[in-house]
């Protein structure tokens, strides 16, 4: 079943069209990642997703809803959330504060209180810090601490924009085994954006190449990393 699907997006920031005619399916369940260089488009995708940028043409479907001129927050509600590029935690506010403000849109008290404990089952160390403030925190914590806030929205899609930014590998396979254990236990599916290509697709199922605003290479992991463009162009270029 796919949980979400745009056909021919476009978008534009000002007068520059960033996406050029993007056409992608998520199936409910699964990962993919979305995969490119610098300024491919990657990010406007999510921030699009998000409704953060209107897309000028095309449609975008989740759950059957269309997206096209929703706000942010209607799209949260429909259960679609994301984590963004640079953490962006509230670094005055303690780790308690950060993961309720994943839950702004709720108003289940008990749903709020039991995926707290959820997050707190799979970051311990978020536990044992609850009161110490965001901007205290190590990077992965801090990464640790946004893709919580995210799952405090209780999605059924997350969208994570490069997750493994400027953190070492240690901590990295950590939080894809975590990324890994939410989508096999809660069936989330998971939109990827990733410059760690081999990361990538070790744990997605799917992928989409983009440049310039372009879809130019799809297909599943291990046919991406068969792929011999694939591997000259993006798997021998890590950060």
Do not use: C, W
């Not at 043409?57 to 759950?63: K, P, S, T, V």
């Not at 780790?95 to 959820?118: K, P, S, V």
């Not at 990538?200 to 992928?207: D, E, F, I, K």
Request: charged share 20%.
């Amino acid at each position: 079943m796919t949980a979400l699907r745009l056909r021919n997006v476009e978008a534009s920031y000002g007068a520059v069209r960033a996406l050029h005619g993007i056409s992608l399916n998520v199936e409910s369940g699964s990962i993919v990642a979305l995969l490119g260089a610098n300024g491919a488009g990657k990010s406007t995708i999510l921030k699009t997703l998000s409704g953060l940028l209107k897309p000028t043409d095309g449609d975008i479907e989740f759950d059957g809803h269309r997206l096209n001129s929703l706000s942010p927050r209607e799209i949260i509600r429909l259960g679609l959330a994301q984590v963004p590029e640079g953490r962006r935690i509230f670094k005055d506010l303690d780790i308690g504060e950060n993961l309720r403000m994943g839950a702004y849109t709720r108003d289940d008290a008990a749903g709020i209180a039991r995926d707290l404990e959820m997050v707190f089952d799979l970051f311990p160390i978020l536990k044992e810090r609850i009161k110490q403030l965001g901007g205290t925190l190590s990077g992965g914590e801090q990464q640790m601490l946004t893709i919580g806030r995210g799952l405090m929205a209780r999605p059924r899609l997350l969208l994570l924009d490069e997750p493994s930014l400027g953190l070492a590998p240690l901590i990295v396979g950590n939080i894809f085994r975590v990324l890994k254990k939410v989508n096999t236990e809660q069936g989330m599916a998971l939109l990827i954006v990733e410059q760690n290509v081999h990361v990538a697709l070790q744990n997605a199922g799917y992928a989409y190449v983009l440049q310039l605003g372009r879809i130019t290479v799809e297909g599943t992991a291990g046919e991406l990393r068969g792929n011999r463009e694939v591997v000259a162009s993006y798997l021998g270029m890590q950060n």
